[in-house]
């Protein structure tokens, strides 16, 4: 078996199953960073988050890893500008769509 397949194997317990449990939704600002807005948690290690960066309004999708009792942002993940963010925003049906026929 690859890397790749064990890898993904080891996800599987983070809440990634073909249950699409909820995700939790919140608007809480991150009290360690005061531009940081949670929308809400995919899974237990993983929130979409809106902040503020160097002047600039991001939507992030970000994994988190826990380190010294603090939750802390992992490289694993993507910041979209709001026109990256409009563009998939505005495809979503056709997301759905394709995940339903594959």
Same mark, same amino acid.
């Given at each position: &078996?690859? /890397?790749w397949? /064990?890898? /993904?194997?080891?996800?599987? #317990? !983070?809440?990634?199953?073909?249950? +699409?449990?909820? #995700?939790?939704?919140?608007? &809480?600002? !991150? #009290?360690?960073?005061?531009?940081?807005?949670? $929308?809400?948690?995919?899974?237990?290690?993983?929130? $979409? #988050? $809106?902040? %503020?960066?160097?002047?600039?309004?991001?939507?992030?999708?970000?994994?988190?890893?826990?380190? !010294?009792?603090?939750?802390?942002?992992?490289?694993?993940?993507?910041?979209?500008? &709001?026109?990256?963010?409009?563009?998939?925003?505005? +495809?979503? %049906?056709?997301? !759905?769509?394709?995940v339903?026929?594959?």
């Amino acid at each position: &078996m690859s /890397k790749w397949g /064990k890898r /993904k194997q080891s996800y599987a #317990s !983070d809440g990634d199953s073909d249950d +699409h449990a909820p #995700s939790k939704k919140s608007s &809480m600002k !991150d #009290s360690d960073d005061p531009d940081n807005i949670i $929308v809400c948690e995919i899974s237990r290690n993983r929130r $979409v #988050s $809106v902040r %503020n960066w160097q002047g600039k309004v991001q939507v992030d999708i970000r994994e988190f890893y826990v380190k !010294d009792g603090k939750q802390m942002p992992g490289k694993k993940g993507i910041s979209l500008t &709001m026109d990256q963010w409009n563009v998939l925003r505005d +495809h979503v %049906n056709e997301i !759905d769509e394709a995940v339903d026929n594959a």
